[in-house]
């Protein structure tokens, strides 16, 4: 990890870049792929699914056989753990429900508000090299409670073609409808546009790589809505002498292993951390399944030394991580600033891990910087709002002149119309 010392403010910008693929290049492979899924369908599928995977497939859907089957394959302790993290993320989404009140916002005028679910949902769960079911939990879960009518999901194939026991498991627990063996643009694009054996979704959701996040924001760009931009995962940790560098490169790793472009960044304005940290990362990872992978994030990361809590809270907003650990003496002060972030784990023992897999906060979160502008997935994101509004004969006298100025003023003369045509009856009426 590159050590950079009391960085001024200007600096900030450049040190804290994340690491990237040309989007020009992302531009061009995603709407190569959506060009020939349009046309060809399935079979531009199976040709993807061999040119990056090299997995030559003759069903993409997974039957349920497969998926019964897969029950039988895991450990009853991993499927034990699964349905204790399945109740707390529950709990959690659970506790998002909202009525919506009539509101009269003048003498005769009513307004509310209706809350439906969106009916047809894709999920992405990453796959390859680290199947993520718990993503399953995290984004079937919410779709189920909000009464999403058809939930599919798209998940990469292992070499074997086979998709991981446990992501199926996971699937049938939240009550996934269908599930599918496809990755990478290819799946987001299936799911965009649909194809002979995919249908078509109105929301697509589910983190990724590049990749994948540039292919999200297309089909968004195209009329079909996304989540959020969630691309290679990263961390920030914010620490002070009152925390344990065990855990301090314990959380470190724990994102660097996600992939080569993730970035982890530790920020203190305590020195003597620094040696402390640097000792425990190179330790804990020669431990690694994944050091390879972990080694290469730690190219892109970085440990910051700044001259106070103030000064990391400032240089932490700036980034916008999509992980934020604080472990530090005034985590009560710390926390009041905290204005950019996805999800935020407060104290020595609450590894960013609890997050990702059981607490019950989802951890389908925005990277990249995106924590500035956008909300972690919720159960919100599986709902829209539909606004509604009736008014009196009494309601539209006494607001219709204000309807009327208005729209002179700007101009639109049929909208002053559909007021006065109105007013002019009531006032016939007498």
């Known amino acids: 990890m590159q050590i950079i010392n009391y960085p001024q403010k200007e600096d900030w910008k450049e040190i804290l870049v994340r690491p990237s693929i040309d989007k020009d290049e992302l531009e061009e492979v995603v709407n190569q792929i959506y060009k020939e899924i349009k046309q060809d369908g399935d079979k531009a599928l199976f040709k993807y699914t061999w040119f990056y995977d090299r997995i030559k497939l003759d069903q993409l859907e997974v039957s349920v056989e497969e998926i019964d089957e897969?029950?039988?394959v895991i450990s009853q302790e991993l499927k034990d753990a699964l349905s204790k993290a399945a109740e707390n993320i529950e709990r959690f989404h659970k506790a998002q429900?909202?009525?919506s009140k009539e509101v009269e916002t003048s003498t005769g005028v009513v307004c509310w508000r209706k809350t439906t679910p969106i009916e047809k949902v894709g999920l992405y769960v990453p796959g390859g090299s680290a199947p993520l079911f718990s993503t399953v939990l995290m984004l079937g879960i919410p779709a189920k409670l909000a009464g999403c009518e058809e939930i599919i999901l798209c998940t990469p194939p292992g070499k074997d073609g086979k998709i991981d026991p446990a992501i199926l498991y996971a699937s049938k627990l939240v009550?996934?409808?269908?599930v599918f063996r496809v990755g990478g643009v290819q799946a987001i694009g299936a799911m965009a546009f649909g194809t002979e054996s995919i249908p078509s979704v109105y929301k697509i959701f589910g983190p990724g790589n590049?990749?994948?996040t540039a292919a999200?924001?297309?089909v968004n760009n195209l009329g079909v809505a996304i989540d959020m931009p969630a691309g290679p995962s990263e961390v920030m940790v914010l620490a002070d002498d009152s925390a344990n560098p065990v855990f301090v490169a314990a959380d470190l790793l724990s994102q660097a292993e996600h992939?080569?472009?993730?970035?982890?960044?530790l920020v203190t304005w305590d020195v003597d951390l620094v040696k402390k940290v640097e000792v425990e990362v190179e330790k804990q990872i020669n431990v690694l399944s994944r050091k390879e992978v972990a080694d290469l994030a730690l190219k892109n990361s970085k440990i910051i030394v700044v001259s106070s809590l103030e000064e990391a809270l400032d240089l932490s907003n700036q980034y916008g991580p999509e992980h934020l650990i604080v472990s530090v003496k005034e985590e009560e002060k710390l926390?009041?600033?905290?204005?950019?972030a996805g999800s935020v784990f407060l104290g020595n023992y609450t590894p960013e891990s609890a997050g990702d897999y059981a607490s019950g906060t989802n951890h389908t979160l925005?990277?990249?910087g995106y924590a500035k502008a956008y909300s972690g997935v919720s159960l919100e994101s599986f709902m829209k709002n539909i606004s509604f509004q009736k008014i009196t004969k009494e309601g539209l006298q006494n607001l219709g002149p204000v309807i009327e100025i208005m729209a002179k003023a700007e101009q639109l003369d049929a909208h002053s119309n559909a007021v006065s045509v109105r007013l002019q009856k009531i006032n016939a009426e007498g």
């Open 70 to 72: 897969a029950e039988d």
């Open 97 to 99: 429900f909202t009525e």
């Open 175 to 178: 009550g996934v409808d269908r």
């Open 210 to 212: 590049q990749f994948v």
């Open 216 to 218: 999200k924001q297309r």
């Open 259 to 265: 992939g080569a472009d993730s970035q982890v960044i």
């Open 335 to 340: 926390v009041k600033g905290i204005r950019n």
């Open 366 to 368: 925005p990277t990249n």
